[in-house]
């Protein structure tokens, strides 16, 4: 500033700081409208979330309701022995099923998300054409060998030979059981959560209460033959429902099927989710199965309705993993996780609040739910206790095994999986011939513990988050959950007449 009188170096000076002072709002502006576009973002995401959420909630009472009123038509048509029958064979087919899909279900759910947000239809398509070319000759292989090997299965194994018609007539419902988990998981990969809710949580016990009824009102059987039927019935009246919407989300009969997807990369990842599916469905089934071969028929029936009703504990899990399964996919495929974080954790805590209020009346009111389906189930009461503490803990936990498997991390997710199934099987064949129904239960709370607790701590390590901060669940104002609540209406209420394929109209409608 050589040559200039102070008058001119103030104003300079002057100049320079209103423009450093120019530059620095800028900036701050920025970031400031940075910030508020992310939480404007995450705001979307847990919104997308807690409708959908809110959906498959209300659809997932309602299910729960007919769940009720079919086990309780069940039990008082039939008896224990009735309820035993018809528990006996839907584990067998859900064990069989766990064979014949291969995890073409969850990967549907994974790739279909991916797949739909860049609206790749001829690739959903044929990932889904390979998924069935697989499994529905398996399914049918396995059902031959149910069928004509029931004899053997129900005298060698479960040490009762009278329940081999059951079984002979149950191996039918396997198709139908193999078509209806792989199309719903591909409808829950297209974000369609009120048909997906519906399907998993209504269909089946809405067609059991109509066949169960008609037979009770216009028939005069009350045999053990009744169970089984009804569960073929209802069944296959899913599976269709369940095809016919697959169809017409995926727009299946207007899309040709595009090679581009490495499908033998795909079907090793089905494996491996195949194998935790496995494992998971050997450890939650091994009691049955067990219980089915050391004690009586009825004691399975009761057994299986207290684990009917301790699984109402984590009903917010379930329905707010409909639609943040496919959500965690899609955020982990854009590189996301700090909105993977706050969207995992939303989701917990929304779950451990929704779940606490429901354990203490499962606590409270156990001997008076068990008396409902009958006085012999009075003595499911310890075990419905047990088995839903075990089930709070699921849900409290928050998402932990769909965080891993929705992050590409399922070979983990099956490593402990496979682990928790060889300690859950040792442990009910030690403790289930001593101590019945509440062995069983013991070892089922184990085995969740054991599974939510490890990947809990794993996705901290890879991730950098807990599901549920504990620091964080304890702040719940009612009022602002309220608001959010008529917020999500309202946001649903605007977009009624929006094109159908936007994220938020397709989970948030109720």
């Known amino acids: 500033m050589i040559g200039l009188n102070k008058s001119s170096k103030q104003s300079i000076a002057r100049l320079l700081k209103d423009i450093n002072r120019a530059f620095a709002c800028t900036f701050i502006n920025m970031e400031t409208e940075r910030r508020e576009q992310d939480a404007i973002k995450q705001d979307g995401h847990s919104k997308e979330i807690f409708k959908g959420g809110l959906s498959a909630f209300a659809t997932r009472l309602i ?44 990967l549907m759910t994974r790739f279909g998300a991916q797949y739909f947000v860049q609206k790749q239809w001829g690739h959903i398509k044929d990932l889904y054409n390979k998924s069935m070319m697989i499994s529905i000759p398996l399914s049918l292989f396995i059902s031959a060998i149910i069928f004509f090997f029931a004899e053997e299965i129900a005298g060698d194994i479960f040490k009762k030979p009278e329940l081999f018609p059951y079984f002979r007539i149950a191996a039918l419902a396997l198709l139908p059981l193999t078509v209806f988990q ?59 429902l369940s095809l016919y919407w697959w ?19 795909k079907f090793w990842i089905g494996i491996s989710l195949f194998v935790a599916a496995f494992a998971s469905l050997i450890r939650g089934y091994a009691d049955t199965f067990i219980l089915g071969r050391y004690a009586t028929i009825e004691e399975v029936g009761i057994y299986r309705n207290a684990f009917k009703v301790a699984t109402v504990t984590r009903i917010a899990l379930i ?53 409902l389906f009958g006085d012999e189930f009075v003595s499911g ?77 794993l996705i901290k390590k890879y991730y950098g988050f807990y599901t549920l901060d504990i620091w964080d669940v304890f702040k719940v104002s009612p009022r602002q959950f309220l608001k959010e609540l008529r917020q999500a209406l309202k946001s649903d209420k605007k977009k009624k007449g929006a094109d159908e394929d936007v994220v938020d109209d397709q989970a948030g409608n109720m």
Not at 79 to 85: F, L, Y
Not at 344 to 350: C, E, G, L, N, Y
């Open 63 to 106: 299910g729960m309701a007919l769940n009720w009123v079919f086990a309780l038509m069940l039990a008082r048509s039939t008896g224990a022995a009735g309820t035993g029958i018809y528990n006996l064979c839907q584990s067998l087919m859900n064990f069989s099923n766990s064979i014949s899909k291969l995890g073409s279900d969850t």
């Open 247 to 265: 169809f017409k989300f995926s727009h299946y009969f207007s899309t040709q099927a595009e090679q581009g997807v490495n499908f033998k990369e």
């Open 182 to 240: 792989i199309s719903t998981g591909g409808i829950r990969g297209l974000k369609k959560i009120k048909e997906y809710a519906f399907l998993h949580n209504v269909s089946n016990f809405l067609f059991g209460i109509l066949i169960l009824g008609s037979i009770i009102l216009f028939t005069t059987r009350r045999d053990l033959y009744v169970p089984v039927v009804t569960y073929v019935a209802f069944i296959t009246l899913t599976g269709a």
């Open 381 to 457: 009461s310890l075990p419905l206790i047990i088995l839903a503490i075990g089930q709070f803990i699921n849900a409290a936990t928050g998402p932990v095994n769909n965080v891993l498997i929705m992050t590409g991390r399922q070979k983990l997710n099956r490593n402990i999986m496979v682990g928790a199934t060889i300690v859950a099987v040792i442990l009910d064949l030690i403790l289930i011939p001593r101590f019945g129904a509440v062995g069983a239960a013991c070892v089922n709370t184990g085995g969740v513990l054991i599974m939510n607790i490890i990947p809990f701590f």
């Open 319 to 371: 329905a707010l993993l409909i639609p943040a399964a496919p959500k965690f996919a899609e955020l982990f495929s854009q590189g996301k996780m700090d909105e993977l974080k706050r969207s995992a954790q939303f989701v917990t805590k929304i779950i451990f609040w929704c779940s606490a209020p429901i354990l203490v009346m499962v606590i409270i009111g156990a001997p008076f739910i068990m008396g």
